[in-house]
């Protein structure tokens, strides 16, 4: 995303320091300003006929330096005493961990709260953009750690249904925690998963299915199935 803006000034000098003021960026930190002399200061005669110098300044806005602006401002504004920190960031994915104190009204009831600033963020950073990258925030590792909870749930899951020959319906869950439950159990014998019900009450189904059969009627298979 590009940032552009126009400013006037008695020199040039001032001009775009005018700009980069109105910017709010500092020219000795960045590498992708662009700056154009639009008209040239001049003076007149006896001040008759004089005029300001334009400029024109733009600059680059990286889709991660979006996310931990718009992060920043929204932890400001909930109170927190925390930072967000760029972890990683490419074409696809921007992940982006905060730190700082009392960080568990960040994280919320089974991450409710850390998934809402997680989507709200995605949204402002992917709009007004050409493609998609997905943006993943972590708190105090909450995300490693819920995984590797719900990994065990599956598996723990998987082992009741094969021992009661049952479909067993699990809590609901959104889409990125079914993910989980899904790939967890994709290799397992005899066992397959499916996603019952609507947002936000959807939840994962493992399905007791005996030599490869199929989930019953009316449920998504393996291979569609969030």
């Given at each position: 995303m590009i940032r552009s803006v126009e400013a006037t000034g008695k020199t040039i000098e001032e001009a775009f320091a005018n700009a980069m003021s109105e910017l709010g960026i500092d020219d000795d930190t960045l590498i992708n300003v662009e700056k154009v002399v639009l008209e040239n200061p001049r003076s007149g005669f006896l001040g008759i006929g004089s005029s300001p110098a334009k400029v024109r300044v733009s600059y680059e806005i990286s889709r991660s330096d979006k996310a931990v602006a718009f992060l920043q401002g929204l932890l400001e504004r909930m109170?927190?005493?925390a930072h967000p920190v760029v972890i990683k960031s490419d074409d696809e994915n921007i992940e982006l961990s905060i730190e700082?104190?009392?960080?568990?009204m960040l994280i919320g009831r089974r991450g409710e709260t850390l998934n809402a600033i997680q989507h709200i963020t995605n949204y402002v950073v992917n709009r007004?953009?050409?493609g998609h990258v997905r943006v993943i925030i972590d708190v105090e590792n909450y995300r490693?750690?819920?995984?590797?909870s719900l990994r065990k749930l599956a598996e723990k899951t998987a082992s009741k249904v094969l021992r009661f020959k049952r479909n067993i319906a699990l809590e609901p869950m959104n889409a990125y925690e079914r993910h989980i439950i899904h790939s967890a159990l994709q290799d397992w014998k005899d066992v397959s998963t499916f996603s019952s019900g609507t947002e936000p009450r959807r939840c994962v189904v493992v399905s007791y299915t005996p030599n490869g059969e199929k989930p019953e009627k009316g449920h998504r298979s393996r291979s569609n199935r969030a």
């Amino acid at each position: 995303m590009i940032r552009s803006v126009e400013a006037t000034g008695k020199t040039i000098e001032e001009a775009f320091a005018n700009a980069m003021s109105e910017l709010g960026i500092d020219d000795d930190t960045l590498i992708n300003v662009e700056k154009v002399v639009l008209e040239n200061p001049r003076s007149g005669f006896l001040g008759i006929g004089s005029s300001p110098a334009k400029v024109r300044v733009s600059y680059e806005i990286s889709r991660s330096d979006k996310a931990v602006a718009f992060l920043q401002g929204l932890l400001e504004r909930m109170g927190a005493l925390a930072h967000p920190v760029v972890i990683k960031s490419d074409d696809e994915n921007i992940e982006l961990s905060i730190e700082g104190e009392n960080l568990g009204m960040l994280i919320g009831r089974r991450g409710e709260t850390l998934n809402a600033i997680q989507h709200i963020t995605n949204y402002v950073v992917n709009r007004g953009e050409d493609g998609h990258v997905r943006v993943i925030i972590d708190v105090e590792n909450y995300r490693r750690k819920r995984e590797e909870s719900l990994r065990k749930l599956a598996e723990k899951t998987a082992s009741k249904v094969l021992r009661f020959k049952r479909n067993i319906a699990l809590e609901p869950m959104n889409a990125y925690e079914r993910h989980i439950i899904h790939s967890a159990l994709q290799d397992w014998k005899d066992v397959s998963t499916f996603s019952s019900g609507t947002e936000p009450r959807r939840c994962v189904v493992v399905s007791y299915t005996p030599n490869g059969e199929k989930p019953e009627k009316g449920h998504r298979s393996r291979s569609n199935r969030a």
